[in-house]
């Protein structure tokens, strides 16, 4: 199968499919209300063991088998690991300042969730398009990873939206920010595709994001519920993330 189509495959996978699975959760949610944190916890816990073994048992040392000099991968996954904290706190502060605005309307916020979804997706099409351009194995266990984090993201993007929408108005607004990442993908196979010189760069870069927004995004959301029955809970999905990557690995050898 020809590159673009691995890339078209994967990322409409994880960008699109990643939706419509979350739609699926909330239904489920719906009906069963008293396992929603239950779930919420598996789902988050299986997401950072899949971002952080995707990262670290496959892509830095993918990156670190090249002829690059081992320090200068590190420096690169170092300045990306400070550029995603200086991203994010960007964002944070563009939202609050959103937020301090008294004149700002729902609609209008729901319009900024859409435009930051499809910003966020279009730059996950670019993470998975890169790792592609490299070793096709490798796309699709990132794609897999992306895929898992964005479902517990999308939940709750769904249930912010059908707040001020119907519920199928909310799911296509949100496949339309979710089609960025196909988009990012094709994007990336014309920009990065000619940069092989710098494929392990970008794969340390790659590697930076997903420890990131593991152990900033997913960790301090599970840190919240310190019970030892959640610990429990979240510690075996957190394997299970792992588990699912180390079975992708081999089955698509």
Not at 64 to 93: H, M, P
Not at 227 to 243: E, H, N, P, Y
Request: net charge neutral.
């Amino acid at each position: 199968m020809l590159l673009i189509s691995w890339i078209i495959l994967t990322t409409a996978a994880a960008g699109i499919g990643s939706v419509w699975v979350a739609e699926m959760f909330v239904c489920l949610a719906s009906h069963t209300k008293p396992h929603r944190a239950w779930l919420q916890q598996g789902l988050l816990s299986l997401a950072a063991g899949s971002l952080l073994s995707t990262s670290l048992i496959h892509l830095m040392p993918e990156a670190l088998e090249s002829r690059v000099d081992a320090q200068n991968l590190l420096f690169v996954f170092l300045i990306g690991l400070i550029f995603f904290f200086v991203l994010n706190k960007v964002e944070l502060w563009h939202h609050a300042h959103e937020h301090s605005n008294a004149g700002h309307s729902h609609k209008n916020g729901s319009w900024s969730l859409l435009l930051g979804d499809g910003v966020h997706c279009f730059g996950d099409g670019l993470l998975i398009a890169s790792i592609i351009l490299t070793d096709v194995r490798l796309g699709i266990i990132s794609a897999v990873s992306v895929f898992i984090h964005e479902v517990p993201h999308h939940i709750g993007d769904l249930i912010a939206l059908s707040r001020e929408n119907r519920r199928g108005m909310s799911l296509i607004k949100l496949s339309s920010a979710g089609a960025m990442t196909v988009s990012g993908g094709i994007s990336g196979y014309f920009l990065l595709g000619s940069l092989k010189h710098w494929q392990p760069f970008l794969m340390a870069f790659a590697a930076s994001s997903f420890v990131y927004v593991a152990l900033s995004d997913l960790v301090p959301q599970l840190n919240q519920r310190a019970s030892s029955r959640d610990a429990g809970t979240q510690i075996f999905w957190l394997t299970g993330g792992v588990a699912i990557v180390m079975i992708m690995s081999r089955a698509v050898r």
